[in-house]
């Protein structure tokens, strides 16, 4: 039960740094189009930003939630579950950025869901 553990955490810490990177972009405005520039805008946004940092420092809690599943569980049968990261993100996009639904993007989470409940009903460990 741990090993499932490890991987809800590594999908939770793998959400909040994507809506978490998100939110704090979207109030930075666009990226400009020089290199140097580029590499300006995002340094600044990443130190200067303690909720784009904290996307950051959760990538890497993330990381470490996955380095313990995969102590647990085979990667073929663990990395599908990694497809709710997918799942929860569209879901609280909707809801925290008012993005968009349509009806591919609603058969394309359809599938993913389906994929997972397979994968976990018969990928078994």
Do not use: R
Request: positive net charge; contains cysteine; proline residues 2%.
């Amino acid at each position: 039960m741990t090993g499932y553990f490890y991987i809800f955490g590594c999908i939770f810490f793998t959400v909040y740094g994507q809506l978490a990177i998100k939110w704090g972009m979207s109030h930075k405005g666009q990226l400009p189009e020089q290199a140097v520039e580029k590499i300006a805008f995002l340094v600044k946004a990443l130190l200067g930003d303690p909720i784009i940092l904290s996307g950051f420092v959760s990538a890497f809690v993330a990381s470490l939630f996955w380095m313990a599943a995969m102590t647990k569980f085979e990667l073929s049968f663990a990395y599908p579950f990694m497809s709710l990261s997918f799942v929860l993100v569209f879901i609280l996009s909707v809801f925290l950025f008012h993005d968009t639904v349509n009806f591919g993007k609603a058969c394309g989470l359809g599938l993913i869901v389906l994929g997972i409940i397979i994968t976990a009903k018969y990928g078994g460990n």
